[in-house]
């Protein structure tokens, strides 16, 4: 493994080094198998995206839009690429409010900042009359800023205009986008078109409605009546958690230990000949 950290950062990660290094040491483990580039020039890391003449099988890269963007572009071997998490909860017309009101709450208030934090809230119009005014209350009670269309503004005074921008914006923050919708096809439409394939779910009874969400929505976690902060490798038991690919090559969603291991075939025989 090479590391390489910001350069904010670079003396801290250079203590962290040293106690995985200590670790490694303790446990009878090569001391060189965890390295650490011991430099802030950015030359280094198009160095790492050549792949060092073979010495580096995947890239992993963490950070804002445009280190990914940079990786994605240049790199000549593999990328686990973890993207943002614009994701998004649609409210069907056929969900129950309590459940409704709980899942939209603990995906955008539990931990706002986290890549599984809800960040654009569709409601059905089927579900307005009975569950839109509700669940804005709720949220701004909270503490959580809305930005809305029209409709989603008459409910409550205190709901900002939504920009265009808003829908493909990941607030890290307790700031959610809301938007009613048609149906479930425009719902899934609006996905495709402004999110970024992280973590997206449906609160529904309707098992129908549910399965063509799941099917449908192309992202790499995709919930039915459950809240988009289980986007996380420990709560899918992939252990501690490298990152969420949005990509589709080889691994998608929560990349821990085992999805970063390639396969190699080791093949035992007595003598068998292949007609």
């Known amino acids: 493994?090479?590391?390489?950290?910001?350069?904010?950062?670079?003396?801290?990660?250079?203590?962290?080094?040293?106690?995985?290094?200590?670790?490694?040491?303790?446990?009878?483990?090569?001391?060189?198998?965890?390295?650490?580039?011991?430099?802030?020039?950015?030359?280094?890391?198009?160095?790492?995206?050549?792949?060092?003449?073979?010495?580096?099988?995947?890239?992993?890269?963490?950070?804002?839009?445009?280190?990914?963007?940079?990786?994605?572009?240049?790199?000549?071997?593999?990328?686990?690429?973890?993207?943002?998490?614009?994701?998004?909860?649609?409210?069907?017309?056929?969900?129950?409010?309590?459940?409704?009101?709980?899942?939209?709450?603990?995906?955008?208030?539990?931990?706002?900042?986290?890549?599984?934090?809800?960040?654009?809230?569709?409601?059905?119009?089927?579900?307005?009359?009975?569950?839109?005014?509700?669940?804005?209350?709720?949220?701004?009670?909270?503490g959580c800023e809305v930005r809305g269309d029209d409709i989603v503004q008459g409910v409550d005074a205190r709901v900002k205009p939504a920009s265009d921008e808003d829908w493909t914006t990941e607030y890290e923050d307790a700031i959610i986008s809301a938007k009613i919708v048609d149906s479930l096809d425009e719902a899934i439409a609006h996905i495709q078109n402004h999110g970024s394939h992280h973590t997206d779910a449906i609160v529904t009874e309707d098992a129908a409605a549910a399965q063509r969400f799941l099917n449908e929505v192309d992202s790499a976690i995709v919930l039915h009546n459950a809240s988009t902060q289980f986007a996380d490798g420990g709560e899918f038991g992939f252990g501690a958690e490298i990152g969420i690919a949005t990509g589709k090559f080889h691994a998608r969603g929560p990349v821990g230990a085992e999805q970063l291991t390639s396969f190699k075939y080791r093949v035992h025989g007595t003598g068998q000949t292949r007609p």
């Open 1 to 142: 493994m090479i590391l390489r950290g910001g350069s904010d950062s670079f003396r801290s990660c250079r203590a962290i080094h040293q106690c995985l290094v200590q670790g490694l040491r303790e446990a009878g483990l090569p001391e060189a198998a965890i390295t650490l580039v011991p430099t802030r020039d950015r030359a280094a890391v198009g160095l790492m995206l050549t792949g060092l003449n073979g010495g580096i099988d995947v890239i992993v890269p963490r950070g804002g839009k445009s280190l990914v963007g940079r990786v994605e572009a240049e790199a000549r071997v593999p990328v686990f690429a973890h993207l943002e998490g614009v994701n998004h909860i649609y409210v069907d017309a056929s969900a129950k409010l309590d459940m409704a009101k709980s899942v939209v709450l603990n995906a955008k208030m539990r931990r706002p900042g986290v890549c599984g934090a809800v960040e654009t809230l569709l409601i059905d119009r089927g579900a307005a009359a009975t569950k839109l005014k509700p669940l804005i209350e709720l949220l701004i009670e909270a």
